[in-house]
């Protein structure tokens, strides 16, 4: 049998599961289980020594193999071992469990890596050749840029509120687009943005989940070194990994929303360290492996003082709690701000434009993908898998020169910026991530000046924030000390609202102490000043003090 890859369309386990009859099919998955070599027949030769694995697919279905040859399992476990998934190519083999029921198992026939962003996206031929034409239409510059923009803004209803949001999503779009290695640095570009509650942040992450095949997120509460690395396994005897949210990341994007609301953050930024560096992961004990994960990591944050009033606002490393080794390694650093009253008022006009169309797109590519009969979300995840594909590789010889002179020009205009000097070799790495994807989004190999001029534009923002971050302190006046400026804070929190003690104090504390430190008692005692029991764990601030402001 003739064993090809490249034309055979994929399936998955609930497809093969009905399957009535011998068939080959292509698998996406991860490795559940595997099984070490073992022996069958009397002969006992090395021909003999077999092992079988159970495979998850992208549904989250379970199948199971026939015995396959030790060579295949050589392949397997590796690909394991490295936190790979894998493509299989295999015979659906039906077999009898009880008299007139059967099931069905893979007899595997090749096997290959399935950790490229195209195999994620599991396209047909007729899937790419619709790319292919769309992108044949595409003319010079960044015209392409223009249409995903416009298509992902659509499809997320995201408003262009400013000029500076336009670039956050023309950065996501370069995200998408960015990968390899450059010199020994994890070519995918890392970036931190940064606004008040209703800014738009969230839009930006569904503007990355639309966009990226491999896609990971953690909750920011719920972080931890082995749900990020992995866990060691036994896999009878033979000491693997089930890999964390960061290898299964690599060659895609890792999100944490929210993070100045994780509890562990030394810990996730002992780990960012090497993964933003490096682009690998070392799980050390038994199975002590190092897998690849080469992954671009996108957090969004709000300062401490844009969620807590009478706050002072501090320099960047206390207002945003993020140590300066971090911020050094983001390449791209964003604080929107803008008008969010406005920006929701656009943001329905967009949705009501919507429902007059029917809910038909109108962008460029919404239309295109009407007229041949695909889902956009699927288009965007395979445009964007097909250029890092095909534009791999990307010379930046034209543009060296150049790049070298704007970097010793930035380099000299913010001077004034306090240990710049230090991360100068990560703001050249920097911006030379960043002229490679967007050599991709003008769909060359060979990079040119424009490229070059965007690359400096994004890098730059980061000094601009950190130029901002060493500004003045801007001091908020403080409501006062004792427990007569505390029943003001209380009643400007709740008002006429219950509200619990514990839950207040808290609240008090994570504030900063706005009225003075008090110990826990004395809290308490501030609180039956300004306010009565009114049932179990819910107190009311009484009417005069409520007068009294």
């Avoid at 049998?1 to 599961?17: E, G």
């Avoid at 609301?261 to 690998?280: A, H, L, P, Q, R």
Wanted: hydrophobic share 35%; glycine share 6%; proline share 4%.
């Amino acid at each position: 049998m003739v064993v090809n890859f490249r034309h055979r369309p994929y399936s998955t386990a609930s497809d093969i599961l009905i399957k009535p009859d011998r068939i080959v099919v292509k698998l996406w998955g991860r490795i559940e289980d595997i099984e070490l070599p073992y022996k069958v027949g009397e002969d006992r030769t090395a021909n003999a020594v077999k092992s079988k694995a159970t495979i998850r697919d992208l549904e989250d279905n379970l199948i199971d193999t026939v015995e396959f040859s030790e060579k295949h399992f050589q392949k397997l476990i590796q690909m394991q071992k490295n936190a790979e998934p894998v493509e299989l190519l295999c015979e659906i083999a039906p077999y009898k469990f009880e008299p007139n029921k059967w099931r069905n198992r893979l007899y595997v026939l090749a096997a290959a890596s399935g950790a490229s962003p195209l195999s994620r996206t599991q396209p047909s031929d007729a899937d790419l050749k619709k790319v292919e034409a769309y992108l044949l239409r595409a003319s010079t510059g960044f015209q392409l840029l223009g249409e995903i923009r416009e298509a992902v803004c659509e499809k997320t209803a995201t408003v262009l509120s400013s000029d500076s949001y336009r670039e956050a999503v023309d950065l996501i779009i370069l995200q998408s687009l960015s990968g390899g290695f450059v010199g020994k640095s994890n070519g995918k570009i890392h970036s931190c943005i940064i606004g008040a509650p209703g800014i738009g942040k969230g839009q930006l992450v569904e503007i990355i989940k639309l966009l990226n095949p491999i896609f990971e997120e953690s909750q920011a509460e719920r972080i931890n070194d082995v749900g990020l690395t992995g866990r060691q396994k036994d896999f009878g005897g033979l000491w693997g990994v089930v890999p964390g949210k960061l290898p299964k990341a690599n060659l895609g994007i890792f999100v944490i929303q929210d993070f100045d609301k994780c509890n562990d953050k030394s810990t996730v930024f002992n780990i960012f360290n090497y993964v933003m560096e490096e682009g690998k992961i070392i799980v050390t004990g038994a199975a002590d492996v190092t897998n690849a994960a080469a992954a671009s990591i996108h957090i969004d944050m709000n300062r401490k003082s844009h969620l807590y009033a009478n706050r002072i606002h501090k320099g960047a490393p206390d207002d945003i709690d993020l140590p300066s080794n971090i911020i050094s390694r983001f390449d791209y650093i964003n604080e929107l701000v803008g008008n969010i009253k406005d920006q929701n008022k656009r943001g329905r006009n967009i949705i009501k434009a919507r429902s007059r169309s029917k809910g038909e797109g109108q962008s460029k590519i919404a239309k295109y993908c009407k007229e041949n009969e695909i889902d956009i979300d699927r288009f965007l995840k395979i445009l964007t898998a097909y250029i890092r594909t095909e534009y791999e590789h990307i010379n930046l010889t034209p543009v060296s020169n150049l790049i070298r002179k704007k970097y010793s020009r930035l380099l000299k205009e913010n001077a004034d910026i306090p240990n710049l000097s230090n991360d100068s070799g990560r703001l050249f790495t920097s911006i030379q991530k960043f002229v490679v994807a967007a050599t991709r989004v003008q769909l060359r190999k060979r990079a040119n000046q424009r490229a070059v001029r965007m690359a400096v534009r994004m890098a730059g923002r980061k000094l601009d924030f950190l130029r901002q971050s060493q500004a003045t302190p801007t001091i908020i006046k403080a409501p006062g000390k004792g427990k007569r400026a505390f029943a003001k804070w209380l009643f400007d929190k709740y008002g006429s609202d219950t509200f619990s003690p514990k839950k207040t104090i808290k609240r008090y504390r994570e504030e900063g102490d706005p009225c003075g430190y008090a110990s826990n008692s004395t809290l308490l005692n501030w609180i039956r000043y300004a306010a009565d029991k009114v049932k179990h764990n819910q107190w009311k601030i009484k009417e005069e003090i409520m007068r009294q402001h």
